[in-house]
T-cell receptor
Framework: GIQVEQSPPDLILQEGANSTLRCNFS?????LQWFHQNPWGQLINLFY???GTKQNGRLSATTVATERYSLLYISSSQTTDSGVYFC????????????FGTGTQLKVEL | GAGVSQSPRYKVTKRGQDVALRCDPI?????LYWYRQALGQGPEFLTY????????KSGLPNDRFSAERPEGSISTLTIQRTEQRDSAMYRC???????????????FGPGTRLTVT
């Protein structure tokens, strides 16, 4: 099956700092989503981004499908950004199922 | 409804009992998915439906697990003769499933935390 690797596995930031999270995948994909799992366990959609660049407030994402990676940028981080960030992909021809990466655990401190 | 809902939110059961987990997808969504999430890991695919038809059940771990969506809306995931290793968060997701950009974006429910004692 498709392999999805995320880096870094853990990240601690001071409030106000910027960060970049990376997702590498091993095969061509039809769908790529970024999620935030908050400390209460909710899985929140951030971006649906199989290719190109999108921005939503302090967050933006870029997927370069031909090079099989995606980046999630968090600017001016806040304590509410804490949690686990997952990248998930749907392999081309693999049916409509998402394969999740191992996640990046982010903690934002005051 | 406004989002995907699941019930119960928490379920504690004794080993050997059967459990049924319910998912109510976003209204009008064609596709419905079940995932299982172990502590500290990302969700793993179990099965999915388009309307009432089960399209892929390759992720179901064994024949104690089954799912149905008889009227193409609400779905039930059933685990028979539960074992301790079945303890996990069970998440449901839905997507519009129509052919236009973004139609396969999946939206997840809050999950059911299953504990088998």
């Amino acid at each position: 099956g498709i392999q999805v690797e995320q880096s870094p596995p853990d990240l601690i930031l001071q409030e106000g700092a910027n960060s970049t999270l990376r997702c590498n995948f091993s095969d061509s994909v039809n769908n790529l989503q970024w999620f935030h799992q908050n400390p209460w366990g909710q899985l929140i959609n951030l971006f649906y981004i199989p290719s190109g660049t999108k921005q939503n407030g302090r967050l933006s994402a870029t997927t370069v499908a031909t090079e099989r990676y995606s980046l999630l940028y968090i600017s001016s981080s806040q304590t509410t950004d804490s949690g686990v960030y997952f990248c998930a992909v749907e392999r081309t021809g693999g049916g409509n199922k998402l394969t999740f990466g191992t996640g990046t655990q982010l903690k934002v401190e005051l | 409804g406004a989002g995907v809902s699941q019930s119960p939110r928490y379920k504690v059961t004794k080993r050997g009992q059967d459990v049924a987990l319910r998912c109510d997808p976003i209204s009008g969504h064609v596709s419905l998915y079940w995932y299982r999430q172990a502590l500290g890991q990302g969700p793993e695919f179990l099965t999915y439906f388009n309307y009432e038809a089960q399209q892929d059940k390759s992720g179901l771990p064994n024949d104690r697990f089954s799912a149905e969506r008889p009227e193409g809306s609400i779905s039930t995931l059933t685990i028979q003769r539960t074992e301790q290793r079945d303890s996990a968060m069970y998440r449901c997701a839905s997507s519009p499933g129509l052919i236009f950009p973004g139609s396969y974006e999946q939206y997840f429910g809050p999950g059911t935390r299953l504990t088998v004692t």
